[in-house]
């Protein structure tokens, strides 16, 4: 798979964009996340002259958050920054904190060190599981952003402060323009009822407190916005909301992914044979945004917010639905065909997927496709000594999968009059090295890096197991069609049957009239 170049600048050209940054130190929450390494690896490479970039990282499973560093630089993402220009990675400085806790639980002198320096904040740390708990959601996604906030009210230098949000926070709506609408729960009040209510209640309270939005993770954004307008009318603040967020497309590497969420995960599902039904309308629009779209338009956005500081908080509605429209349909035919071309190393049967709008229809297939396949499968590992872990799979693959349900079943119309007029103000060179225009965008080619980046990155299956692989997928397919063909004979058997038996039912109860008339 190829690699970019990285963007580089001459003397005798000059960018904005990057002039902008030079000699400012950044600070970032959610670098560990997908979005947030593009982000920082981004930042790093083509704008260099960056002076620090500050990531909040929490310990976790025992790990100190140097360490946690360490294997994010080590990411495959940075190999082609650390060997072109190995002394920034340097500048990505660890602070240790957590967006739940007071004070983002940074001690006193980091807390000073950020706060001296730091000019610009790209606040992407979130839950994006959208089955979370609300109260983990408003926790993270609310209160996580209302402390960023208290912490950049403190920073003289601050010339922007970007929040990540999502196009979906207003999908009780079916047209979204780049604007915080109006919401009838108090994001303050909100958060002192989760704080006195128990768990018991706040679940009992949920669906009541959702009303038209899908879960937990788009109302706690909506909050989100709506916090920031309340109460952070001082601050450079922009909102960024991207859409479904997908693989890299140009850079640094094509078709890097290294999450399992979205369509990123129906594609694993579906190139494995395990996935082969889901709600979803083929008519609708799949509203897809590659990851080095969005992260280039944050950066863009830091740097017109610097230099455009009105009062209002503009929005932009980061989506390719109303640029470079693709259907479920158009999705769904091409990344089939191109899981099949570029099989994994470890299918479990034949691909092949569909898209039901019918509740009933996808209950059916699921007991015929899904759990009758899946428990054949688990008897068989029963009798050879192993534990049953297919049907068990599938438990945890519907689940994910009706999160998406909503999201697969509907259509919105979004308006980015502010991210072409961005894009239209920049210079020529800003347009090339933070291109987030996806006009040129071919889907085609597109799906085949998406779906060679997932068997790269998320699978860590290496090219040369293609072959393999391939043989591998023909003898599935041969497999299928016998099964097919046995399966047809025995239901054309049973049919035979039935009416022979039937044939035999009305012979005698003819023979029976006729001895009685007789």
């Not at 009541?208 to 788009?218: A, F, I, R």
Request: proline share 5%.
């Amino acid at each position: 798979m190829p690699i970019q170049s990285s963007s580089t600048i001459t003397s005798e050209e000059f960018s904005p964009v990057v002039d902008f940054y030079r000699g400012r130190s950044i600070f970032v929450t959610g670098a560990s996340g997908f979005m947030g390494k593009v982000l920082v690896e981004k930042l790093l490479r083509s704008c260099p002259g960056i002076e620090n970039i500050y990531i909040l990282l929490r310990p976790k499973k025992g790990k100190q958050v140097g360490q946690r560093l360490e294997e994010i630089l080590n990411s495959e993402l940075f190999s082609h920054l650390k060997e072109q220009q190995p002394y920034v990675i340097k500048k990505v400085i660890p602070i240790a904190g957590d967006i739940t806790l007071p004070d983002l639980g940074i001690n006193n002198s980091d807390r000073s060190t950020l706060i001296e320096n730091v000019s610009v904040v790209f606040h992407s740390a979130a839950t994006v599981r959208f089955d979370e708990p609300l109260r983990e959601a408003a926790n993270m996604n609310i209160l996580g952003t209302k402390k960023v906030a208290e912490l950049c009210k403190n920073m003289p230098n601050l010339v922007a402060l970007v929040h990540v949000s999502t196009a979906y926070c207003n999908c009780d709506r079916k047209e979204i323009d780049e604007v915080i609408y109006p919401l009838p729960i108090d994001p303050e009040k909100f958060l002192e009822a989760v704080e006195w209510m128990d768990d018991q209640m706040l679940e009992a309270l949920t669906l009541q407190v959702l009303k038209d939005q899908p879960n937990t993770y788009t109302f706690t954004k909506a909050l989100a916005e709506s916090y920031l307008v309340e109460q952070c009318h001082n601050l450079p603040v922009a909102i960024v909301r991207p859409s479904i967020v997908t693989a890299t497309w140009k850079e640094p590497l094509v078709g890097w992914i290294d999450s399992f969420n979205g369509p990123t995960g129906m594609m694993i599902a579906l190139g494995k044979g395990l996935l082969r039904a889901m709600m979803g309308d083929v008519t609708k629009v799949s509203d897809l945004i590659p990851v080095d779209v969005v992260i280039n338009l944050m950066i863009a956005v830091a740097w017109e917010k610097a230099n455009n500081r009105s009062l209002s908080i503009p929005v932009y509605n980061c989506t390719s639905g109303p640029i470079n429209k693709i259907t479920w349909a158009e999705w769904n035919t091409t990344v089939i065909d191109l899981l099949i071309q570029n099989p994994s190393c470890h299918v479990v049967r034949y691909p092949s997927g569909t898209f039901l709008t019918s509740q009933f229809l996808n209950k059916i297939w699921r007991i015929l496709d899904h759990y009758i396949p899946a428990y054949l499968f688990d008897l068989v590992r029963l009798f050879t000594g192993r534990k049953r872990r297919i049907s068990r799979l599938y438990t945890k693959l519907h689940r994910a999968v009706d999160c998406l349900e909503y999201f697969t079943m509907n259509e919105w119309t979004f308006h980015c009059d502010n991210v072409l007029k961005l894009f239209q103000r920049m210079d020529e060179k800003d347009k090339e090295m933070f291109n987030f225009s996806v006009k040129s965008l071919n889907w085609s080619t597109y799906f085949q890096d998406y779906v060679l980046g997932t068997r790269r990155f998320v699978l860590k299956e290496d090219e040369c197991t293609l072959p393999t692989a391939r043989r591998n997928i023909k003898r599935l397919y041969t497999y299928s069609r016998l099964v097919y063909v046995l399966v047809s004979i025995f239901i054309w058997l049973m049919l035979m049957y039935r009416i022979k038996r039937l044939r035999i039912f009305w012979i005698m109860l003819w023979s029976f009239f006729n001895r009685k008339s007789a």
